[in-house]
């Protein structure tokens, strides 16, 4: 796989997918976006159109269809984890073929496994990224952060596929590091995302006011998820975790946030449930995030 001419498919093209499909098509990658039919005709007839104060705004030309029907380089996975066992449907292991990487950016830290069961575990390469990113209609993305950063995973992917993927990453303008720890790098998010997921969440109120009014428990939940994190290997920081909240902008909504106040599935057990099973394997309590996830349950109409 070379630096320049990529063939990429993009498995969920919406907030994440969309953003980096775009971004990787205006670069000079041939991009495949692999979504239900109406989107899939919507992105092949208009392409994406991306507004971005980071990257600016501009349309981008994406091939698309509903299954993938030839070997690709890479393929994104970016669709929500609970839509991922019906999603996977379109990237058949025989189509993806032997060389093809596969780059997860889900939420939780369980996925990985699923991947590796589903296609050779030389292909996964699980990744992580920071922005803030929204469908707002197939195939019109708003990116609202002034950054987009992500960490490739190479624990069981060959180092010279994943540094190919890494620079055509950078040189269609996003930040990347290849981290040597998979386990620390999902678990670095982890420890940011599950109390900022559960708690904006619950409450129903932006970052800052979490930060304001219910301080003490996100404290307390960061800690529960950092300890959860070192007893499964990886060398969380609680304190840089907190610290993070702190220069968030106050009005940051979490996905899940979004996704509770336009009524669709969360993606409860991928986060908060993870969490607690995590938690169960490792013997560590984790009081605050077991009784956030009872309270948010009845919600999502699941048992953990």
């Given amino acids: 796989m070379a630096n320049d001419g990529l063939t990429v498919a993009v498995l969920g093209p919406g907030g994440v997918g969309g953003l980096l499909a775009a971004l990787l098509s205006h670069a000079g990658h041939r991009v495949i976006c692999l979504a239900g039919d109406e989107t899939a005709r919507t992105l092949a007839a208009d392409g994406i159109e991306v507004r971005s104060g980071r990257f600016g705004d501009f349309t981008a030309r994406v091939e698309a269809d509903t299954e993938l029907r030839e070997p690709v380089d890479v393929c994104l996975v970016a669709v929500k984890a609970t839509a991922l066992d019906s999603a996977l449907q379109r990237v058949p292991a025989k189509a993806l073929g032997e060389e093809g990487l596969v780059v997860p950016f889900l939420n939780g830290v369980e996925h990985p496994a699923l991947l590796r069961e589903r296609y050779r575990p030389e292909q996964v390469a699980p990744a992580v990224i920071r922005v803030e990113s929204t469908r707002i209609a197939p ?31 950078e040189w269609a ?63 969380v920081d609680a304190a840089a975790a907190l610290a993070r909240y702190d220069a968030f902008p106050a009005a940051t909504k979490s996905s899940m946030q979004r996704d509770a106040e336009a009524g669709r599935t969360l993606e409860l057990d991928a986060i908060g449930g993870a969490l607690l099973r995590a938690a169960e394997r490792t013997g560590v309590p984790v009081p605050v995030a077991g009784r956030l996830v009872r309270e948010l349950t009845p919600a999502t109409g699941t048992d953990h």
């Fill in 139 to 169: 195939g019109v993305i708003e990116h609202g952060s002034p950054f987009a950063e992500v960490d490739l995973t190479a624990d069981t992917a060959p180092r010279a596929r994943v540094d190919a993927f890494t620079g055509a990453l």
């Fill in 173 to 235: 303008g996003v930040g990347v590091r290849v981290q040597d720890d998979e386990v620390a790098a999902l678990w670095a998010k982890m420890a940011f995302l599950a109390p900022f997921a559960l708690l904006t969440t619950r409450y129903g109120v932006p970052v800052g006011d979490v930060r304001t009014l219910h301080r003490g428990e996100l404290a307390a939940l960061v800690e529960e998820t950092a300890a959860v994190g070192r007893a499964c290997g990886a060398p």
